[in-house]
């Protein structure tokens, strides 16, 4: 009985001195890291996007350019807007978050593929979005590219189709929006 008793006084003292050790004097954890978009504040933001056709050679109904209307909000300081509003320049160098939203309508299902393609100085920077082979005649996208930018680069968003078919974005705007955020 004795060694039992001395035995179960060993365990827990042991047990005890474990707790203090690893639950008590635990250093702290590092916080973890912000997320992608922490620290974001919003630079632009419209709720009403028309598709536009004025400027060669995107001036057809199978190849256009976004048109960037009803403007909420613009921070000068960090966007320009230009051509008819389907320009833009990022002009504070840092990075920036663009998030469309798009209700397009008129796709022929199975009929080619629908893209959406960021330009950087007239070159395909990011693709934003590709509708392939729709099934149905109408799609949301939703869709957010991080871009980094020099302050000096002219963007534009194109909408193209490999199938050369017609398509548009809806009259409804409730489904349109592009935002941009800059990243603190």
């Known amino acids: 009985m004795v060694l039992l008793g001395i035995i179960a006084i060993a365990a827990l003292g042991l047990s005890g001195y474990l707790f203090i050790k ?3 004097f635990v250093a702290p954890e590092p916080t973890p890291p912000d997320p992608p978009d922490g620290g974001l504040i919003l ?4 709720d009403d996007l028309a598709k536009n056709k004025e400027y060669a050679p995107y001036d057809t109904d199978a190849t256009w350019r976004l048109e960037f209307d009803n403007n909420q909000y613009n921070d000068s300081n960090y966007i320009s807007v ?5 320009n833009f320049k990022l002009l ?3 990075f920036y978050k663009l998030t469309l939203l798009l209700y397009v309508n008129d796709l ?7 893209w959406f ?3 950087r100085n007239n070159s395909i920077n990011h693709c934003i979005a590709k509708i392939g082979l729709p099934t149905s005649s109408n799609y949301q996208v939703e869709s957010s590219v991080f871009v980094k930018s020099t302050g000096l680069d002219n963007f534009l968003i194109r909408a193209y189709c ?3 078919t017609s398509f548009a974005i809806s009259n409804s705007q409730s489904f349109n929006q592009l935002s941009i955020e800059y990243n603190q």
């Open 43 to 46: 630079v632009g933001l419209w």
């Open 82 to 86: 230009s051509n008819n509003n389907t």
């Open 108 to 114: 022929v299902p199975g009929g080619g593929t629908y």
């Open 162 to 164: 490999t199938g050369d």
């Open 92 to 94: 504070k160098e840092g």
């Open 22 to 24: 690893n639950e008590i």
């Open 117 to 119: 393609y960021l330009y």
